[in-house]
């Protein structure tokens, strides 16, 4: 379920940012080859770009890719640091659900606020956030799990060596 | 104040992801303080990072991943090659100038790192150079990547520091330090090769020949010549030169070279995406700290506070570029400059510094923050490729960081060096 999930986030990543780069370039070219100048494209792209961004830091966050310092958490032996990682998670997702809570609050009312050069409700790009936060969140989830995992096989494998030195790792 | 720290210390620490490190001190100080509704983050958050100037972001990434994948790459490093390939150090001395070459494509340095170094490093080895210098200039010389425009983090500068500084000045300041810097560097190696002997080329430099790769390299030579031109002559905003420079890149990789097929295309535009919501997430939680710093007047009272240690304007550049060559050691280029130069612009205005000058210089001081171990994102792209490790190559790195530091010092002493070219396009009075 988790693959076609990322498959189908990729595929609308690539659909709305290729569709926001488009946009950028009619621009250009229909006010110096035609003359013209199309009202909705900068404010269309810039919030495809919206959607982009919060898409794809779903997609980053599966990667691991968001920066973050890792020097302080790599010196604690490898218990302490998966009960760290897993801190920093409960954290993440922490912020995520009260994001997610926040922006749907919000969303009644962005329903009467109208793009005027489109004619649409600001409500469909404000829908950004909260389908971002889910989408993290679910990406998320199984790291947590994979986490709690660990922790415990490493706590089942430790039992002995502890029992062994007489001392705590 | 003083809680807003701690609490963004302590989740940096725990190795929470910087963007939600930003994200979860604002809703501890909001709850705390009960100063605002939690309603209003994600309403910032959108401000964040609903912004026209801002698009030309990913825009750029994507133009300088199209023309990597359509090969224009290796004529580049050809051209440079025929240049100065001959010279003692002659491959590290085509690593530098292909990464400046290469600068005016990409606008983000680790590109620069993993492009340019998955194509010159095997070959440094094979020819005897030793791994851990390979690696090394890579790192070092894929700095002015950022530099020279066009140029992710100068975006993110100008967003940033709210308009105080315009996107197209910034571009142009860059030039001339950017050149200055590769030379530098090339200037080093040219030493360290001499000592230690690297190999020397049997091959004599050739007018002809270089003329001859020179037509191969024009492709991707014209990119920073469009986006440039464009810019300085009124054609178009800086997102919409990303956008022109996307569209050529389609169109050289489409039609001339032939080498990009839908598929390819589909994964830049996946690839840079995903770069971009990296930077973006941050943008988005930065101006929620931000919009809670102006509340409290920060920038105010930091610069009342620095006024009390010096009025020397020239100081203050010194004493911040310290500041943030440290903070670099332990942090990410980008990460520091989201969150340090709301803080920082004003009080530089305060003192009296060109606002281009400034951002320049603190652009290239976060951007040394890629090679300074232990935290060195490009130095670590760059081992990665030589098969080493940061810890090896730790002593190889100090030359090259005492260099580039010295030369951003005689900079920021001489603001012409980086006012010249805006001065006189009239971007600067």
Not at chain 1, 77 to 85: A, F, I, K, N
Not at chain 2, 263 to 292: D, G
Not at chain 2, 353 to 367: A, C, K, R, Y
Request: proline share 5%.
């Amino acid at each position: 379920m988790f693959y076609y999930l990322k498959k189908i986030v990729e595929g609308l990543v690539i659909v709305c940012s290729a569709v926001m780069t488009f946009l950028v370039i009619i621009q250009v070219f229909c006010r110096y080859c035609l003359g013209v100048s199309i009202p909705f494209s900068e404010e269309l792209s810039r919030y495809l770009m919206v959607w982009v961004v919060f898409l794809a830091a779903g997609l980053a966050l599966k990667d691991d890719a968001h920066i973050s310092i890792k020097v302080l958490v790599d010196k604690f032996q490898e218990r302490r640091r998966l009960w760290l990682s897993l801190a920093a998670q409960i954290l993440l997702l922490a912020f995520l659900v009260l994001l997610l809570v926040e922006s749907i609050a919000l969303l009644p009312y962005q329903r009467v606020q109208i793009i005027t050069s489109m004619g649409i409700s600001i409500f469909w790009f404000y829908l950004a956030i909260p389908v971002g936060c889910v989408i993290m969140i679910l990406f998320l989830l199984p790291k947590m799990y994979q986490k709690v995992k660990e922790i415990l096989n490493k706590a089942n494998y430790e039992e002995p060596r502890k029992t062994l030195k007489g001392k705590r790792l | 104040m003083i809680l807003l720290a701690i609490c963004f210390a302590l989740t940096v620490l725990l190795g929470v992801p910087v963007a939600f490190c930003l994200g979860i001190t604002s809703v501890v100080f909001i709850l705390v303080t009960h100063k605002a509704s939690l309603m209003t983050i994600p309403t910032l958050m959108f401000g964040g990072i609903d912004s026209f100037p801002l698009m030309a972001i990913p825009l750029f990434i994507m133009a300088g991943f199209l023309v990597q994948k359509s090969g224009v790459l290796p004529k580049l490093v050809e051209f440079a090659d025929a240049l100065v390939g001959h010279l003692p150090g002659g491959l590290a001395h085509v690593n530098i100038v292909a990464s400046m070459f290469f600068a005016g494509v990409s606008g983000v340095a680790l590109a620069d790192t993993a492009a340019i170094g998955s194509m010159l490093i095997p070959p440094m080895i094979k020819e005897g150079y030793d791994r851990k210098f390979s690696a090394v200039v890579t790192a070092a010389s894929s700095i002015v990547g950022p530099i020279i425009p066009p140029s992710v983090a100068m975006i993110i500068y100008a967003y940033s520091a709210g308009g105080t500084v315009s996107v197209a000045g910034l571009f142009l300041s860059g030039v001339i330090p950017g050149i200055i810097l590769g030379l530098g560097m090339m200037g080093l190696t040219y030493i360290l090769s001499i000592r230690r002997s690297y190999p020397l080329s049997e091959e004599k430099f050739s007018f002809l020949n270089a003329l001859k790769k020179a037509k191969g390299a024009v492709l991707g030579l014209m990119v920073p010549l469009i986006i440039l031109g464009g810019i300085l002559s009124g054609m178009f905003t800086p997102t919409e030169a990303g956008g022109v420079a996307v569209a050529y890149a389609l169109i050289t990789g489409i039609l001339i070279t032939r080498k990009l097929t839908l598929k390819k295309i589909a994964s830049c535009f996946l690839e840079a995406s995903k770069t971009s919501a990296i930077v973006f997430m941050m943008l988005a939680t930065a101006k929620i700290i931000a919009w809670l710093l102006t509340i409290y007047q920060v920038p105010a009272k930091l610069t009342a506070m620095l006024m009390m240690i010096t009025t020397n304007p020239q100081i203050f550049l010194i004493m911040a570029m310290c500041i943030l060559l440290l903070i670099g050691f332990v942090l990410e280029a980008v990460a520091t400059m989201i969150m340090l130069v709301p803080c920082f612009a004003p009080v530089a205005i305060a003192y009296g510094i060109e606002p281009h000058h400034f951002g320049l210089l603190f652009v290239m001081t976060v951007q040394i923050a890629l090679i300074t171990p232990p935290v060195a994102l490009g130095l670590f792209v760059a081992c990665r490729l030589a098969k080493t490790t940061i810890e090896e190559v730790f002593a190889d790195i100090w030359p090259f960081l005492f260099l580039i530091f010295g030369i951003m010092i005689l900079i920021a002493l001489c603001p012409n060096v980086t006012m010249w070219l805006p001065r006189l396009f009239g971007y600067v009075p």
